[in-house]
């Protein structure tokens, strides 16, 4: 097996940009508006790429512990920020620091226990290993725990007055939102599930496929892959169960009646 993977030429990357404009043409020929956000969405996604490919040179040629736990604490950020944009529904100050607390509460306990126990890295900074991993535990756990605040709000705006009748009948807040908080807890869940369902069999994954296009045996491959899918599934597990079991009572006051 190789182990020198095959460069892209310049042309040939540019050509792949054919299929973003038959994508806007199609839009633009439906009436459905999107070929701004398409073509702002495809930049962005160009040059953030680009910068990113240059700063992972620099700190993997040079591994400094600071520099990466800067880039970390940055993916924290703006995943917790972009999951305040997403939901797009009004949220209150005690939400948003549950939000918060849930996602560097969940990414960073299952990173360090997938750095220290299951795959044991060394040194623990290691640049190659750390970025990439915590990149997929944090946007995988942005992406569960976005669906579960947006299900959590709906399902007790739509269920308000079912929640008030079991509060006047003596319910607490817990027993009053239950449905509601285990339907958010499933939805942000479902797609990671749906996820291990199909892996191997409907598609492969990018960490796999890249380790294989590396030359990589794909045994090893595979060994890596798992314990990816198993973190990415245990952070947005993790994460969700945080936000869920704290996020229902900033809907309630200290005399736990409801506050909506």
């Known amino acids: 097996m190789s182990n020198v993977i095959k460069d892209i030429e310049f042309w040939r990357l540019v050509a792949g940009y054919l299929f973003i404009l038959l994508l806007i043409v199609f839009v633009k020929w439906r009436g459905l508006k999107r070929e701004k956000q398409i073509i702002v969405s495809t930049a962005r996604m160009t040059i953030q790429l680009i910068l990113v490919g240059y700063i992972l040179t620099y700190i993997i040629e040079q591994p400094n512990p600071f520099p990466i736990l800067l880039i970390i604490i940055l993916m924290l950020w703006f995943a917790v920020y972009n ?4 939901v797009a529904i009004p949220l209150s100050r005690k939400l948003k620091q549950i939000i918060a607390i849930s996602m560097a509460a969940g990414s960073i306990v299952t990173l360090l226990y997938f750095n220290f126990v299951v795959i044991h890295f060394q040194p623990w900074y290691e640049p190659q290993y750390l970025i990439p ?5 944090i946007g995988n756990s942005m992406t569960g725990i976005t669906l579960g605040v947006k299900n959590l709000i709906e399902g007790i705006q739509r269920e308000k007055q079912l ?26 869940i479902l797609p990671s599930i749906n996820s291990l369902v199909g892996m191997g069999i409907v598609f492969l994954p990018g960490m796999m496929t890249g380790q294989i296009l590396a030359g990589i045996s794909p045994l090893i491959a595979i060994e890596y892959q798992i314990a990816v899918l198993l973190g990415i599934t245990g952070s947005v ?8 079991y704290f996020g229902y009572r900033t809907f309630f006051n200290e005399r736990d009646q409801f506050d909506v």
């Open 83 to 86: 999951t305040y944009k997403q």
């Open 133 to 137: 991993i915590a990149g997929m535990i």
């Open 163 to 188: 929640i008030e009748g079991a509060l006047m009948l003596g319910a607490t807040p817990e027993a009053a939102t239950k449905s509601v908080v285990n339907s958010a807890f499933d939805s942000a």
């Open 237 to 244: 597990a993790l994460t969700v169960m945080i936000f869920t």
